[in-house]
């Protein structure tokens, strides 16, 4: 059965920095696109980034773009999230999450998640 | 970007009824769009995609259907399990966006 398990959320001031990691098992993780979400306090989803399974497609939303980089390992199974510059406006849980098709590279549909890492931005 | 907005953003049902959300999109899509629901506290988890695919573990009341610009989710006969808050998704252009959310709850 496929698990995500996420780590290194907290609490940070402004301009700090993080890394998120997301432990991937139960799965080909090599052969899948990953993603990040998130979800601030209280509201709706968001789509932050996605690596494809080689690494040779990365995307992130405007608002995080020069300041998130994403990566993989495929040999440890593992997905990273490195937060710079870090804002109020970031605290969100955060979720990794696979594509649910491994076919379809970068297709945003996001068929297992993991149970989120809670970033809280305040000084 | 483009803006999905869902109706209604609350809906209140029993258990057997019919309830139909939608999802209206801000440009064509095609018929690059998804379903989730979520429960409190928990991470949102995949219904349909590509419009009208069930995801394979979801139960047959679940549909979806639409193109272009409107989509529709259906529970056919709503269970205690699908009291949740329920979100589209479109696939079809960078960055990928999510609706407001429908919350459904117990009448």
């Known amino acids: 059965e496929d698990q995500l398990v996420e780590s290194g959320g907290g609490l940070v001031k402004p301009g700090g920095s993080l890394r998120l990691s997301c432990a991937a098992s139960g799965f080909a993780f090599s052969v899948y696109t990953m993603n990040w979400f998130r979800q601030a306090p209280g509201r709706g989803l968001e789509w932050v980034s996605s690596i494809s399974s080689s690494s040779e497609s990365i995307y992130y939303t405007d608002s995080v773009k020069g300041r998130f980089t994403v990566s993989r390992d495929n040999a440890k199974n593992s997905l990273f999230l490195h937060m710079n510059s870090l804002r109020a406006e970031d605290t969100a849980v955060y979720y990794c999450?696979?594509?649910?098709?491994?076919?379809?590279?970068?297709?945003?549909?996001?068929?297992?998640w993991g149970q989120g890492t809670l970033v809280t931005v305040s000084s | 970007d483009i803006q999905l907005t869902q109706s209604p953003s609350f809906l209140s049902a029993s258990v057997g009824d019919r309830v139909t959300i939608t999802c209206r999109a801000s440009q064509g899509i095609r018929n690059s769009l998804a379903w989730y629901h979520q429960k409190p506290g928990k991470a949102p988890y995949l219904l349909i995609y590509?419009?009208?695919t069930l995801k394979s573990d979801v139960p047959s009341r679940f549909s979806g259907s639409g193109s272009g610009t409107e989509f529709t989710l259906t529970i056919r006969s709503l269970q205690a399990e699908d009291f949740a808050t329920y979100y589209c998704?479109?696939?079809?252009?960078?960055?990928?966006?999510f609706g407001q959310g429908t919350k459904v709850e117990i009448k």
């Open positions: 590509d419009a009208s």
């Open positions: 999450a696979r594509d649910y098709l491994y076919y379809r590279e970068n297709s945003g549909v996001a068929g297992s």
């Open positions: 998704q479109q696939v079809n252009t960078y960055p990928w966006t």
